[in-house]
């Protein structure tokens, strides 16, 4: 039993990765192996429309055509049990490394022979863990619940069980006094950080160890 956890954060050690770690420890106390992917350490692009996963006959099997250092993390993915998908919410959306991930992914693994149908060859689950400044109380009106949804679904292209943790009003500096940042509460983010945080990465753990014994089956 295998478990992959890709880091779509540029930070290796802040509350994305943190998350993931625990994810993955979670995977491990029931058995798989684990391994974590820092996507900003990779020189790759996203899906440039080349078709070749498209031609009658091709041979990819679901990995993507493209040669970089992507391409490797990719067939690790295709052959796991578990992955885990993390990455902070930037401009309303998961980061530009992240989006390119899920590009060259998910693409390779969809019919244009019938619409909705995934040709993905085996189940593998997902857990996606997303970290943003946004209270939890404001996702319906900055629509966030919809973009949890969108990710939720297209993750189903890989036929497993997909689960979602988000972590809001994530403690994002080392020392907000230095920042132009004036319009957050930093008594109550540091607050959140030594309470909620911890409480957080708890749950990243037990969704790890969820999903990995569910995917045993």
Known sequence: MKAIAVNGSPRKDWNTATLLKHALEGAASVGAQTKLVHLYDLAYK??????????????????CSMRDDLRPVLAEVIESDVLFVGS???????????????????????S?????????????????VFTMNCPEDAI?????DVLFEKHTRLMGILRGTTELLNSHETWQFDD??????????????????????PAECDKAFEMGARLAVGSRG
Do not use: H, Q, W
């Open 88 to 110: 902070p919410i930037y401009f309303d959306d998961v980061t530009g490394e992240t989006r390119s991930f899920l590009e060259r992914l998910l693409f390779p693994n969809i």
């Open 140 to 144: 319906p009106a900055v629509r966030y």
């Open 46 to 63: 996203g899906c440039t429309s080349c078709f070749v996963c498209k031609k009658k006959g091709n041979a990819c099997n679901g990995l």
């Open 176 to 197: 907000y006094s230095a920042m132009n940042a004036a319009m957050f509460d930093v008594e109550a983010r540091a607050k959140r950080r030594a309470e909620i945080f």
């Open 112 to 128: 244009y022979d019938e619409f909705g149908k995934g040709t993905f060859a085996r189940r593998v689950s997902c857990g996606l």
